[in-house]
């Protein structure tokens, strides 16, 4: 997912804030993850990476996601990204649940 960050006048940011699957999906770029690969391997490249799960920065380490997912061997990119999707919901409505993620949806920045 990814949203327009607020307008400062300034064009020197990014046009869209990338997070969950978006993000993740980047980082899988960068990283040249290869396919088929096993969550063993997603953790040694990627289990450091902190990804943001909202479009307020909050974020969550790449290994601590894959703990969530009990699937171990991924096929294809879309099979990981199905399988930590429920991930990056959950903690997207926990997020917004709590008085501080409240708060953050009332403040534009």
Known sequence: MGVRPPS???????D???????ALDAQLSEAEVSYP???RDLR???GHAEIPYDASG???SFGDILDEVG???FETE???LNAVHPVF???REASSRSLLGQIRRLVPF
């Not at 400062?8 to 990014?14: H, Q, R, V, Y």
């Not at 869209?16 to 978006?22: K, Y």
């Open 8 to 14: 400062n006048d300034i064009d020197d940011g990014p």
């Open 37 to 39: 690969t096993t969550k």
């Open 44 to 46: 040694d490249r990627l």
């Open 16 to 22: 869209v804030v990338e997070f969950g699957i978006a």
């Open 78 to 80: 879309q099979e990981l």
């Open 71 to 73: 699937q171990t061997e």
């Open 89 to 91: 919901e959950r903690k």
């Open 58 to 60: 909050s974020a969550i």
